[in-house]
């Protein structure tokens, strides 16, 4: 083998090693690496890597709603347009926030609404899929039967946020469904709708069990502004 080609061969060895210690470091076990590496090439693959933001519109229910999250530094603004008015909630990745139709604002550092809202953000832009980039823990659980499908299941917790299970589908490898267990009752929501958008396939429509689903209408990737992200002056935001 000729020295140059010896030379690269070495280089992309080191450099599947890297990532390899990154993933792991994260938190993720070799199993749930392997399921992970399926469904991100089932849905895009290296496109993940070009996302810079994410902003989405649809209806929750019939309010429709308008959402930004950042896949780089994870952060979440989704405004909501409820019967009694305007609803905003937002995460800056260290606090959460909203404001209320009259313009009242409540949130801030308490450990559970951040951790809730720390897990919005980070499963709203399927973070699972950059181990190496947003903190978490994943672990597989093995595989489980409902509907007269087979899946394979994982529990994923971003640092300081909820878990959830994720349900990937066998045959597709595409996410099916999530169950969030830290509130009193599980949440289970289904996935469907998967559409090409850009250089990712996602979901268009998520159906909340026993609730409303949301339906997205409009998905684009502009690079995140992180202006929007930010406490209200109020809240000890930027000024």
């Known amino acids: 083998m000729k020295s140059s080609n010896r030379m690269l061969v070495l280089a992309l060895g080191l450099a599947l090693a890297c990532a390899a210690v990154t993933a792991h470091a994260q938190g993720y076990s070799k199993a749930a690496q392997a399921v992970l590496a399926?469904?991100?090439?089932?849905?895009?693959g290296?496109?993940?890597?070009?996302?810079?933001?994410?902003?989405?519109?649809?209806k929750q229910g019939t309010a429709a709603y308008e959402s930004w999250f950042d896949p780089?530094?994870?952060?979440?603004?989704?405004?909501?347009?409820?019967?009694?008015?305007?609803?905003?909630?937002?995460?800056?990745?260290q606090g959460e926030w909203r404001i209320l139709p009259g313009g009242a604002t409540t949130g801030g550092a308490e450990r559970a609404p951040v951790a809730e809202a720390r897990a919005a953000a980070f499963f709203g832009v399927y973070g699972f899929f950059y181990p190496g980039r947003l903190d978490a823990q994943g672990e597989y659980v093995g595989v489980r039967q409902a509907g007269g499908r087979s899946f394979e299941v994982l529990n994923v917790k971003p640092w300081n946020g909820n878990a959830r299970e994720l349900w990937f589908d066998r045959k597709t490898h595409l996410l099916a469904r999530?169950?969030?267990r830290s509130g009193p009752q599980p949440v289970v929501v289904e996935l469907s709708d998967y559409r090409k958008v850009g250089p990712v396939r996602v979901a268009?429509?998520?159906?909340?069990?026993?609730g409303e689903a949301r339906q997205v209408e409009s998905l684009a990737f502009p690079p995140a502004?992180?202006?929007?992200?930010?406490?209200?002056?109020?809240?000890?935001?930027?000024?």
Request: aromatic share 10%; glycine share 16%.
């Open 204 to 210: 268009f429509r998520y159906a909340v069990e026993g």
């Open 72 to 93: 780089l530094r994870l952060g979440m603004r989704v405004e909501t347009h409820a019967p009694d008015g305007l609803h905003v909630r937002g995460f800056n990745g």
């Open 178 to 180: 999530t169950v969030d």
């Open 46 to 58: 290296t496109g993940w890597n070009f996302l810079r933001g994410w902003h989405e519109t649809g």
């Open 225 to 239: 502004d992180r202006e929007m992200f930010s406490l209200p002056r109020s809240l000890g935001g930027a000024k």
């Open 38 to 44: 399926r469904a991100r090439a089932a849905s895009g």
